[in-house]
């Protein structure tokens, strides 16, 4: 007769191989929608000599011959020609592509023009599991601008780090960061900001990117007799190392990477776990001179990365670029309509 410990075990065990199979059951389904899609989408490129009204026809037949399925509309099937189009059926489409909702390629195709661009983020919402809605508040706030162009010029980080550790470490950090939760007030102090971006830790968490744990603001150190107080600190299980955050609200300074670089040092000694990798810092300024930033750090022998950061009030003369034209919204807006009148 089994014992309650051992019933309960069971009833653990048989719950986690359900919700397992579960998932694999979920994948595999849409991974063999995708790559339908994509199959369908092949044959809709060869075809094309009849011209682009032969889907309408097409749709309207696919509808009588099966009233019961889903996503054989026109816009639908053109979505499947574009995604023939700018993909190929190989490794990436199987293991990236495939592993992502068909919502996420259609929001991939919309939103992201260059295709090196769209595969970086297609791999990232594959890697973190981020919604569509995640993933299109990424694309509206150009995170490939500020982290994809931003790993290769963090050279301090390389310097510093064991490679391993250095790659992965470079690949966080962006620039700037941007804090479209907080508005900002006339001299807000630091440990205003500090309070309010802690008191939005989801938020932050999110716009720090994935493996962060938050620690605490204001940690406390007490060196050689002296108080000593961290902006904000966090654990990195990706990485496996704390993690600084230094807040200020004047543009970049050279003490400040001193500053900076003493914490690390101390968290190095006084907490950091002998498993654990090296502490590594971020500084987050309100404007930075990059020669100035690069110098600073030129012999700084900790791991330190410098950015800026944008409150809400920034946003709109830093995506200033990225808005659409007219034209772009007068065609958004064909679109809309036509797509209104398409039988999905």
Known sequence: MLTNEEYFELLEDIKNTLITTRNKVVENANKSLVIMYYN?????IENNKWGSSFIDNLAKDLKVEFPGIKGMSARN???????????DND??????????SWNHNQLLLDKVKEKKERVWYANKALENGWSTTVLSHQISLKLYNRQALLENKTENYRKTLPT??????????????IFDFLTAKEDMKELEIEKELTSNITKLLLEL?????????????????????????FYNVKVKSYVVVELKTTEFKPEYAGQLNFYLSAIDEYVKDKNDNPTFGILLCREKNKITAELALKDINKPIGVSEYKLLSDLPEYLENTLPSISDLEKRLERVNYEKNDNI
Do not use: W
């Not at 490794?91 to 992502?100: G, P, S, T, Y």
């Not at 391993?164 to 960061?177: F, G, N, T, V």
């Open 40 to 44: 369908i989408g092949r044959k809709l």
């Open 164 to 177: 391993d550790i250095s790659d992965k470490a470079r690949e966080m950090l962006k620039d700037p960061y």
């Open 91 to 100: 490794k990436f489409l199987q293991e990236v592509l495939a592993k992502l």
């Open 209 to 233: 990117g994935n493996g962060f744990a938050f620690i605490g603001r204001q940690y406390h150190l007490e060196i050689g007799n002296k108080d000593y107080y961290l902006d904000l600190l």
């Open 77 to 87: 099937l053109r979505y499947m020609q574009k995604f023939a189009k700018e993909y």
